[in-house]
């Protein structure tokens, strides 16, 4: 009786409109599954937060422990925030004592592999808030991954000591 009501319904619209509805259900599942972290598709993210910056900083850093659950390479190519002008992959190095930061172009965590994304390590560089980022604020960033992929990760604001 189930299946007749739906093949009623279903006779009602033209099999373009049915396939149109089927996109948006794929593409809303897509977008729910990357949120909670579905085993085959994004990274896994642990650990993840912003840590709090003096006033009047012009930059936040971020960190998160990545992990790669599936059997292929991930790599970013880019991330964006609407909080931020710019957001960057850094390393920090160290050269006599001094704390230098390198952008990096890509960032690629390996089948099975995590990257720890820690503070005087690689980190993301929020640049240029629109507004001061606060303790307790929650920051969106969207990853972007070579194969054309997108991840939207949140991350809440902290001071360092908590
Ligand atoms: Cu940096």
Not at 5 to 33: D, E
Not at 42 to 63: E, F, M, Q, S
Not at 90 to 112: C, F, G, W
Request: with cysteine; net charge positive.
């Amino acid at each position: 009786m189930f299946i007749g009501i739906f093949k009623g319904w279903l006779n009602k619209f033209p099999v373009r409109n049915v396939v149109g509805i089927f996109f948006c259900f794929s593409l809303c599942g897509y977008s729910f599954f990357t949120l909670a972290d579905k085993e085959s598709t994004g990274l896994k993210i642990n650990d993840a937060w912003v840590r709090l910056a003096p006033p009047g900083a012009k930059a936040n850093a971020a960190y998160a422990t990545l992990y790669n659950p599936s059997r292929e390479i991930i790599t970013i190519k880019s991330l964006s925030a609407i909080c931020c002008e710019r957001v960057m992959l850094h390393r920090t190095r160290y050269e006599n004592d001094r704390a230098i930061m390198e952008h990096l172009d890509l960032l690629s965590v390996l089948p099975q592999s995590s990257v720890e994304l820690i503070p005087g390590g690689l980190h993301v560089m929020l640049l240029n808030p629109s507004a001061p980022l606060r303790a307790g604020d929650s920051v969106e960033i969207q990853l972007h991954f070579s194969d054309g992929r997108q991840q939207r990760i949140q991350l809440p604001v902290k001071s360092d000591d908590n």
